[in-house]
Structures are given as structure tokens and as C-alpha cells.
């Protein structure tokens, strides 16, 4: 569980979303560049979600799909879970 939590995507966005939540408290003025920054992040997150999921299922056996960071590194990662 550790080494999901503490992936360098994950950091980056908490990181990111943190400095914009100060940014809000401070009563920075709404902008479109406060929307994108916004948008910004909430795709930052699901992608580093993503990767998280896809390397669990690539741990446990299952195939992932092919536009993914992991996809053809599957061995490896279920290689170091049976270790475990």
C-alpha cells in the first residue's frame, strides 16, 4: 500500500491541489486560468489513479490495457508480488 501512496504522481497531486486550496482561502479572484489549473489537476489525479490501478492488476495477473505506462512490464510486476 505504501509504495501507491507515496508514488511520485500522487505527491504531485496533492501538491498541486494544496497550493491551489491556499490559493482559494487567500480570495485569489476565479479566473479561466483557475478553471484550467483546476482541470488541470483533476486529470493529473485520475492519471496517476490510473497508473495506481493498473499496476495493481498487473501484480495480481491481469492483463492491462495497451495505452498504459505498465503494459508490457506485466511480468515484472507480478513477479515481484509473488515474491511478497
Known amino acids: 500500500m505504501r509504495k501507491y501512496l ?3 504522481g500522487i505527491i504531485g497531486a496533492l501538491t498541486s491541489g ?3 486550496l491556499k490559493a482559494i482561502r487567500e480570495g485569489e479572484p476565479f479566473t479561466w486560468r483557475t478553471a484550467l ?3 488541470s489537476w483533476a486529470i493529473t489525479a485520475a492519471l496517476a489513479v490510473g497508473a495506481i490501478v ?3 492488476r498487473a501484480g495480481t495477473g ?3 490495457p ?3 505506462p505498465v503494459a508490457g512490464h506485466e511480468k515484472k510486476y507480478l513477479k ?3 515474491e511478497k
Open 6 to 8: 507515496f508514488g511520485t
Open 18 to 20: 494544496l497550493s491551489m
Open 37 to 39: 489549473a483546476w482541470l
Open 54 to 56: 493498473d499496476i495493481r
Open 62 to 64: 491481469h492483463l492491462v
Open 66 to 68: 495497451g495505452d498504459s
Open 80 to 82: 515481484e508480488h509473488l
